[in-house]
C-alpha cells in the first residue's frame, strides 16, 4: 500500500484512530494507577580488600574474584529466603488481598509465601556497572499484576 493511500485511508478514518488512540491512552493509564507500586533502591558497596579470616593474611583480589563476589552478593539479594524476610517485614502475607490473588492465581495450591516471594522476585532487577563495585537494586514493576 503506498503512503498516500495509507494517509488518505487514516484522514477519512480520523474519528477511529483517535478514540483507538483515547481507549489504549485510558487502558494504560487505569491499570498503571490500580495496581500497587512497591519501589525500593539500595546501594551496596563490596569492600574485597581486607583479612583473610582463614589464614589471617592481607589478601588482594583480581578482577575477576570481585566480579564473582559480586554475582555472589546479587544471588543472594535474589533468593526466596531473602524475599521472604522482606515480605514478613512488610506483613505481605498477612494482607487479605494478596490471599485473595494467590487463591485466584494459583487456585490454592502450593505454600502460599513461597507463591508471593516469587512473584516478589520477579518484579527485582538487579544491575551494577560491569565489574565494578556497586550494585543497585529495585523493583521493576508491580508485584502479581
Given at each position: 500500500?503506498?503512503?498516500?493511500?495509507?494517509?488518505?485511508?487514516?484522514?477519512?478514518?480520523?474519528?477511529?484512530v483517535v478514540v483507538t488512540?483515547?481507549?489504549?491512552?485510558?487502558?494504560?493509564?487505569?491499570?498503571?494507577?490500580?495496581?500497587?507500586?512497591?519501589?525500593?533502591?539500595?546501594?551496596?558497596?563490596?569492600?574485597?580488600?581486607?583479612?583473610?579470616?582463614?589464614?589471617?593474611?592481607?589478601?588482594?583480589?583480581?578482577?575477576?574474584a570481585v566480579s564473582t563476589?559480586?554475582?555472589?552478593?546479587?544471588d543472594i539479594i535474589r533468593?526466596?529466603?531473602?524475599?521472604?524476610?522482606?515480605?514478613?517485614?512488610?506483613?505481605?502475607?498477612?494482607?487479605?488481598?494478596?490471599?485473595?490473588?494467590?487463591?485466584?492465581?494459583?487456585?490454592?495450591?502450593?505454600?502460599?509465601?513461597?507463591?508471593?516471594?516469587?512473584?516478589?522476585?520477579?518484579?527485582?532487577?538487579?544491575?551494577?556497572?560491569?565489574?565494578?563495585?556497586?550494585?543497585?537494586?529495585?523493583?521493576?514493576?508491580?508485584?502479581?499484576?
Amino acid at each position: 500500500m503506498p503512503f498516500e493511500q495509507l494517509a488518505a485511508t487514516l484522514k477519512a478514518r480520523w474519528v477511529r484512530v483517535v478514540v483507538t488512540w483515547l481507549s489504549v491512552v485510558a487502558v494504560v493509564v487505569t491499570v498503571s494507577l490500580a495496581f500497587p507500586r512497591y519501589e525500593a533502591t539500595a546501594t551496596v558497596v563490596v569492600e574485597m580488600s581486607g583479612v583473610d579470616p582463614i589464614r589471617g593474611q592481607t589478601v588482594f583480589k583480581p578482577a575477576g574474584a570481585v566480579s564473582t563476589h559480586v554475582a555472589t552478593q546479587v544471588d543472594i539479594i535474589r533468593s526466596e529466603d531473602v524475599a521472604r524476610g522482606a515480605l514478613r517485614s512488610l506483613g505481605l502475607q498477612q494482607q487479605q488481598e494478596w490471599r485473595d490473588k494467590w487463591q485466584e492465581k494459583a487456585g490454592g495450591e502450593g505454600d502460599f509465601e513461597a507463591w508471593l516471594a516469587a512473584a516478589l522476585l520477579i518484579t527485582v532487577e538487579a544491575f551494577g556497572p560491569g565489574v565494578g563495585y556497586l550494585c543497585f537494586f529495585r523493583p521493576c514493576r508491580a508485584i502479581c499484576s
